[in-house]
């Protein structure tokens, strides 16, 4: 049985948010609420920047599981990380637990009231019956059912961030690691169009 997993890329990632957008727009999440997110480190240092899609990483040993007062979290036979809303107490445990800020709460509510907590559910939906509607409006599109990978994923314009069989995932991160080169060589036009560094550049100045 596949074991599911998310890995970024950051030697490839541009930041361009379509990830974060196909989650939106696929799964129809409620304002406020942003199961990806796009981050950067160390923003405007020249040659130091590096981007990373985050969301839940579906952890084999997950500590939101290990806090929740009511057992709302569950684990699927290929280790998507879910949550039954119903059971949700909205306590935020989890999300003091999650080391990738993954459990989110909606914005609207006064002090003190949560509401119910969602997260990314790798496109996997919850505990009600594959495809159905009530399925749908508590977490969003199934597309593991429907034999596809997360859209977030799908709609990276890179291919920074991959999704999917953890073996298979990480055996393309492997091959990348060992095959690209240094600095400008690692990710550019010339990488994405298969052109070496420079190659087809225009003459700067007149032969002596």
Not at 51 to 58: G, L
Request: glycine content about 12%; proline content about 5%; charged content about 25%.
């Amino acid at each position: 049985m596949a074991r599911m997993k998310f890995i970024c890329d950051s030697e490839r990632c541009i930041e361009c948010n379509s990830c974060a957008t196909a989650c939106k727009n696929e799964n129809e999440v409620p304002w406020g609420v942003n199961r990806r997110r796009v981050v950067t480190i160390n923003d405007g240092v020249v040659g130091q920047e590096k981007t990373i899609s985050v969301a839940c990483m579906h952890c084999s040993d997950a500590p939101c599981m290990a806090v929740c007062p009511v057992d709302c979290f569950y684990r699927t036979d290929e280790g998507v990380v879910l949550h039954n809303k119903d059971a949700c107490i909205g306590c935020g445990y989890c999300a003091y637990a999650c080391p990738f800020g993954a459990p989110q709460f909606p914005s609207k509510g006064t002090f003190g009231l949560r509401g119910k907590m969602d997260k990314c559910t790798f496109c996997a939906g919850g505990p009600e019956e594959n495809g159905s509607q009530a399925e749908f409006e508590k977490y969003g599109r199934n597309r593991l059912a429907e034999g596809k990978l997360p859209a977030c994923a799908e709609m990276c314009s890179t291919k920074a961030l991959l999704g999917g069989d953890g073996d298979v995932v990480a055996e393309i991160f492997r091959t990348r690691v060992i095959h690209r080169g240094k600095g400008s060589e690692v990710w550019g036009w010339g990488t994405a169009y298969g052109k070496a560094p420079n190659q087809g550049a225009a003459p700067t100045g007149k032969k002596s």
